[in-house]
């Protein structure tokens, strides 16, 4: 199963388009490091695509951005956690059909992406990428057979399970949709005159974009003729939206859902401190997703605050590295203490996570070395015990420390002097409005049925 965390952008009605959409996927390029693409639309209804693997400024050059003419742009950066990492892959997915351009790009994972995948060989038709967001084109086009444009897109939302948010250019018109558990960000803005889409609002913010508000669960935006409008899915759905991209993923001068991602970050920190006080000479971040939390942290206890590790910030995101051989790696090089800090001191890490340990045991192994004093770690999420079906790389169950091991078994692994995690309560009190959250990384309650083989 295909599953993965990217970023979407969309502009309509800006002379510089594809520019536009570089720089808005620039913005979003810790969604997604392994491929990026852009098509655009130009007023001669001519559609032009580029996409490759890397990273965006790699991808594209001054060249690439002049061949990508017109007015309309969407774009992605992709991240597969699995399946094939090849430019097939990569998105927006284009296809021509009964006259008819299509092109997608999708963020989130679809949970019944066999059975889907299945019946559709079954009735012929030819699958040209390994990802389930090639499924919402065949759906589409099999819908829009004596149907509307809009009612084939929700036609083939409804038979689709799991998490996505979709921006869509059908000819001249686009389109962005949110799954009806809103598990995925999706936010709509404007600039000067055009509509612009994003994943995250750091991406409007790049292009002094104004934001409007989040694009609803279950809603279909239309952009048409320069005027937008939308409609909503009939069915009604329990809201969902994914509490880790606010813990971990989300950029934090981002806000999405409608929050803002560092206050609610330094609000976990805070009850974090309250939850489970401790006694060190300073709290000290494992950068860089930490760092906001740690804050938190420090303000709430009273304690000194300092960056006693320092990263390279050219080495990419430990987290989403494809093998575990080069997550390894990653640990010994992206990190690096200042010495005369740690020696002989009691430190208290404040991180955002434990997934699978290998990080944060290499970590405080070195700092063992250095000859710290005490080792306390405070993680400002509850324990990950659950694979994510909707589009984050959790490794499978087997592969999380915390689905087999209770909390004094980790911190005896990791080689700590105390442990803390913060409650499912105190996770939720950091956020405005805490029913609308999917916690099944958490506690495993899933809001669609999910194939776990």
Same mark, same amino acid.
């Given at each position: 199963?295909?599953?993965?965390?990217?970023?979407?952008?969309? +502009?309509?009605?800006?002379?510089?388009?594809?520019?536009?959409?570089?720089? =808005?996927?620039? !913005?979003?390029?810790?969604?997604?490091?392994?491929?990026?693409?852009?098509?655009?639309?130009?007023?001669?209804?001519?559609?032009?695509?580029?996409?490759?693997?890397?990273? @965006?400024?790699?991808?594209?050059?001054?060249?690439?951005?002049?061949?990508?003419?017109?007015? +309309?742009?969407?774009?992605?950066?992709?991240?597969?956690?699995?399946?094939?990492?090849?430019?097939?892959? &990569?998105?927006?997915?284009?296809?021509?059909?009964?006259?008819?351009?299509?092109?997608?790009?999708?963020?989130?994972?679809?949970?019944?992406?066999? &059975?889907?995948?299945?019946?559709?060989?079954?009735?012929?038709?030819?699958?040209?990428?390994?990802?389930?967001?090639?499924?919402?084109?065949?759906?589409?086009?099999?819908?829009?057979?004596?149907?509307? /444009?809009?009612?084939? @897109?929700?036609?083939?939302?409804?038979?689709?399970?799991?998490?996505?948010?979709?921006?869509?250019?059908?000819?001249?018109?686009?389109?962005?949709?949110?799954?009806?558990?809103?598990?995925?960000? /999706?936010?709509?803005? $404007? #600039?000067?005159?055009?509509?612009?889409? !994003? $994943?995250?609002?750091?991406?409007?913010?790049?292009?002094?974009?104004?934001?409007?508000?989040?694009?609803?669960?279950?809603?279909?935006?239309?952009?048409?003729?320069?005027?937008?409008?939308?409609?909503?899915?009939?069915?009604?759905?329990?809201?969902?939206?994914?509490?880790?991209?606010?813990?971990?993923?989300?950029?934090?001068?981002?806000?999405?859902?409608?929050?803002?991602?560092?206050?609610?970050?330094?609000?976990?920190?805070?009850?974090?401190?309250?939850?489970?006080? #401790?006694?060190?000479?300073?709290?000290?971040?494992?950068?860089?997703?930490? +760092?906001?939390?740690? @804050?938190?942290?420090?303000?709430?206890? =009273?304690?000194?605050?300092?960056?006693?590790?320092?990263?390279?910030?050219? #080495?990419?995101?430990?987290?989403?590295?494809?093998?575990? $051989?080069?997550?390894?790696?990653?640990?010994?090089?992206?990190?690096?203490?200042?010495?005369?800090?740690?020696? =002989?001191?009691?430190?208290?890490?404040?991180?955002?996570? +434990?997934?699978?340990?290998?990080?944060?045991?290499?970590?405080?192994?070195?700092?063992?070395?250095?000859? &710290?004093?005490?080792?306390?770690?405070?993680?400002?999420?509850?324990? #990950?015990?659950?694979?994510?079906?909707?589009?984050?790389?959790?490794?499978?169950?087997?592969?999380? /420390?915390?689905? &087999?091991?209770?909390?004094?078994?980790?911190?005896?692994?990791?080689?700590?002097?105390?442990?803390?995690?913060? $409650?499912?309560?105190?996770?939720?009190?950091?956020?405005?409005?805490?029913?609308?959250?999917?916690?099944?990384?958490?506690?495993?309650?899933?809001?669609?049925?999910?194939?776990?083989?």
């Amino acid at each position: 199963m295909i599953k993965e965390e990217c970023g979407l952008f969309a +502009i309509y009605g800006h002379h510089e388009a594809s520019r536009m959409a570089y720089f =808005g996927l620039y !913005a979003q390029q810790h969604r997604g490091q392994e491929s990026a693409g852009i098509v655009t639309l130009d007023d001669r209804k001519h559609f032009h695509e580029y996409k490759g693997m890397g990273l @965006v400024p790699d991808i594209f050059d001054e060249d690439h951005l002049k061949a990508l003419t017109g007015d +309309i742009a969407i774009g992605h950066v992709r991240y597969a956690t699995a399946g094939s990492t090849v430019v097939r892959n &990569a998105q927006p997915l284009m296809i021509r059909h009964g006259g008819r351009t299509l092109a997608l790009a999708h963020n989130g994972n679809l949970t019944n992406t066999r &059975a889907l995948r299945a019946r559709l060989e079954k009735q012929g038709a030819i699958f040209h990428t390994t990802t389930d967001s090639e499924l919402f084109l065949h759906l589409i086009v099999r819908n829009l057979n004596g149907k509307p /444009l809009e009612e084939a @897109v929700l036609a083939a939302c409804s038979e689709v399970q799991g998490a996505y948010s979709l921006v869509l250019l059908v000819d001249d018109v686009l389109m962005a949709v949110r799954d009806p558990h809103g598990i995925r960000p /999706l936010a709509l803005g $404007s #600039v000067h005159d055009a509509y612009v889409l !994003a $994943s995250e609002t750091c991406a409007f913010d790049l292009l002094e974009a104004e934001y409007i508000r989040s694009v609803e669960p279950g809603e279909l935006v239309i952009i048409e003729n320069g005027s937008l409008r939308s409609l909503h899915m009939p069915e009604k759905a329990s809201i969902r939206q994914c509490i880790f991209e606010l813990v971990y993923f989300a950029r934090p001068d981002s806000s999405i859902f409608d929050e803002n991602v560092y206050m609610c970050r330094k609000a976990m920190g805070r009850r974090l401190a309250q939850e489970a006080p #401790v006694e060190g000479d300073f709290v000290m971040p494992f950068p860089d997703s930490g +760092i906001y939390c740690a @804050v938190g942290f420090a303000q709430a206890s =009273g304690l000194p605050y300092e960056h006693a590790l320092i990263r390279n910030h050219y #080495v990419g995101r430990t987290f989403i590295q494809p093998t575990q $051989s080069m997550r390894d790696f990653s640990v010994r090089v992206k990190i690096n203490p200042v010495r005369e800090m740690i020696k =002989g001191k009691r430190i208290v890490i404040v991180d955002d996570s +434990i997934v699978r340990g290998t990080t944060m045991r290499t970590r405080v192994k070195k700092l063992r070395e250095l000859g &710290a004093r005490e080792i306390h770690c405070r993680i400002s999420c509850p324990p #990950v015990r659950h694979p994510c079906f909707y589009g984050v790389d959790f490794a499978s169950r087997t592969e999380l /420390l915390a689905a &087999a091991h209770d909390e004094e078994s980790i911190r005896r692994q990791l080689g700590l002097d105390t442990l803390a995690f913060l $409650s499912e309560e105190g996770l939720l009190s950091s956020v405005s409005k805490p029913d609308s959250y999917c916690m099944a990384c958490f506690n495993g309650d899933y809001c669609t049925p999910v194939d776990e083989a």
